[in-house]
């Protein structure tokens, strides 16, 4: 390649996603970006569902193709070809309109790693990537977490209502248990600020193992567990930082997990769907313990 990239961008009805991307590709294009061309207004449309529902729809009602190709930015025929053998391959005319712009050669690593930046939850807690360096009285608050494959760097509203909870309200010397731990985050936040015990669970061995790595990396143990082992002994804390649909279905063994008196937070859920999960915790007292852009973190007390 001669690392001189032009990017194309035109828009095409979403049943024809899929023809324009395999004739753009099979014409030369290096590669093929589709984003919901209706993003931010009135006609946005959802297709993605919760676990166990089906996608509200097939596909977006239109969508923005943008597309790379290696090819001279300063050619106003840069293109042109390949755009003319795609639409003949997808049966489709070629757009009557259409973007292009120049993509310059950048350091695209250091441009990724500056999307993340330390993250404050409190005056005892900090997450903060492998890049950036901790130093003097950060070090002791810090846990360095890297973006994987897993969820949970601090960054979403759930993680950090959940953090917030356990830097500001979690007595030390507890029994912890963190449920669908993705990558640990609020297992080794429990740990460092001083759970007795901690026990992380996830159903996705990717997780486990990227839970594994990051609290080998922030020196924390942790007993770290499939959710297709047996359940654990029950604990003072369970977190459950997940979805809705999981946190609904997996109530009664959620609730089994929390010993007579003991807390459960859950988080993962909208505002609006606090009462439908809430009513499925029959055997705890759930409240609201804090709202963030929109996503709720519910407290509830395990009754005897």
């Known amino acids: 390649m001669s690392g001189a990239w032009v990017e194309l961008e035109f828009i095409v009805d979403g049943d024809r996603v899929d023809a324009w991307s395999d004739a753009l590709l099979a ?8 984003e919901d061309a209706d993003a931010d207004g009135a006609d946005e449309q959802a297709i993605f569902g919760e676990p166990g529902e089906p996608p509200p729809a097939a596909g977006w009602r239109r969508s923005r193709l943008r597309i790379l190709f290696e090819g001279d930015p300063r050619d106003p025929l840069a293109g042109v070809a390949l755009l003319a053998q795609a639409a003949a391959i997808a049966g489709e005319p070629v757009p009557g309109r259409t973007e292009r712009r120049a993509v310059a050669e950048r350091d695209w690593v250091g441009e990724t790693q500056a999307q993340f930046t330390p993250i404050e939850i409190g005056p005892r807690l900090r997450i903060s990537p492998s890049w950036h360096p901790v130093t003097g009285p950060d070090l002791d608050r810090s846990i360095v977490l890297d973006p994987g494959l897993a969820f949970g760097t601090g960054s979403h509203p759930t993680t950090r209502m959940c953090l917030r909870w ?25 740990a460092r ?4 015990e901690v026990v992380a669970i996830d159903i996705d061995d990717q997780a486990i193992a990227s839970t594994a790595d990051n609290a080998r990396a922030n020196q ?13 002994a029950p604990a003072d804390i369970v977190l459950a930082n997940i979805l809705a649909n999981p946190l609904k279905l997996l109530a009664p063994m959620l609730e089994s ?23 499925c915790y029959a055997r705890c007292r759930i409240e609201v313990d804090q709202v963030d852009e929109g996503w709720a973190c519910l407290r509830g007390t395990r009754q005897a």
């Open 193 to 196: 600020l001083g759970a007795r």
């Open 220 to 232: 924390v143990t942790l007993e770290i567990r499939s959710s297709r082992d047996p359940a654990p």
């Open 166 to 190: 356990i830097e500001r309200a979690m007595p030390p010397g507890l029994r912890v248990i963190d449920y669908g731990c993705g990558s640990g985050i609020l297992a080794i936040a429990a």
């Open 27 to 34: 014409s030369g294009a290096l590669s093929v970006q589709v």
């Open 257 to 279: 997990l929390v010993r007579p008196g003991g807390t459960i937070l859950l988080a993962g859920l909208l505002e609006r769907q606090v009462d439908e999960v809430a009513a």
